[in-house]
């Protein structure tokens, strides 16, 4: 059956980026799983972005050290100052929360997608912009009041870093949605966030660690250990 085909399982850099990728709404509370595998703990969100001929369902995850307690719910905010941890209460209007469900084992589903060493099959369609201010204008049209995608940051070395954004395009030919990844590379390594604001005739961005003008737009960055989305050729001296 199609609904027994894993997820695709994206290894993000730790906790932190996690909840920034899963904890963006105000109007959803997203769902935390926790279980041990392979003597590792766990600790993911599952999502859907639309692709292709339907959703692509996507396990972010990350692995926890042993000395972080597990607790009932997660907290985090990215106002003023962006904070993440693990609580039992889930009454602070500070924050936003999301439940966490403690598994005895993964379903197999999720364990096959974390076991697979295969990427992503049918990738989107590559194309590279010219400059991160062409990323954030495509970002912008994706977004509103309740919701924005991310962007998908993945360092190829120290001096050499992708950014990127899927953007569905509907209804193309047979396809439900065209996946367009637009993606630019650049030297220096990127904020948690791009702060963008397009007013008086002119542009300007900048990173920052939180969200503190609500004047601007704020791009979240996504770390991940690896790029599914993107085919990323090697250079003569990366061979050797």
């Known amino acids: 059956m ?7 399982a994206i290894e993000v850099a730790d906790l932190v980026n996690l909840a920034r990728l899963a904890m963006s709404r105000v109007d959803i509370q997203p769902l935390f799983w ?7 703990r766990i600790f993911g969100n599952l999502l859907s972005i639309p692709y292709w001929s339907g959703s692509l369902p996507i396990f972010a995850y990350t692995k ?6 597990i607790r009932g ?5 990215n106002i003023g100052l962006e904070k993440v941890f693990f609580t039992d209460s889930a009454s602070d209007a500070k924050f936003l929360y999301g439940p966490v469900v403690e598994v005895e084992s993964p379903p197999k589903l ?6 697979r060493r295969r990427g992503l099959r049918m990738k989107p369609i590559p194309v590279k912009a010219r400059n991160l201010y062409s990323l954030l204008r495509v970002l912008l049209i994706m977004s509103d009041n309740t919701a924005s995608p991310p962007i998908w940051h993945y360092e190829k070395r120290p001096n050499k870093h992708v950014l990127g954004v899927v953007a569905p395009f509907y209804e193309y030919y047979e396809a439900s949605a065209l996946p367009v990844f637009f993606y630019v590379e650049l030297a220096e390594k990127p904020g948690p966030f ?8 002119k542009e300007t961005l ?20 690896q790029i599914p989305f ?3 050729g090697k250079r003569a001296d990366e061979k050797a």
């Open 2 to 8: 199609k609904y027994e085909k894993p997820p695709l």
């Open 34 to 40: 926790s279980f041990n595998y392979h003597r590792q």
């Open 64 to 69: 926890l050290p042993r000395n972080i307690q």
């Open 73 to 77: 719910y997660v907290g985090y905010t």
């Open 110 to 115: 999720i364990a096959s997608a974390l076991s």
């Open 194 to 201: 791009i702060k963008y604001q397009a007013i008086d005739g």
């Open 206 to 225: 900048e990173y920052a660690s939180n969200v503190s003008d609500m004047k601007h737009f704020y791009a979240r960055v996504i770390t991940v250990k």
């Open 230 to 232: 993107l085919k990323l």
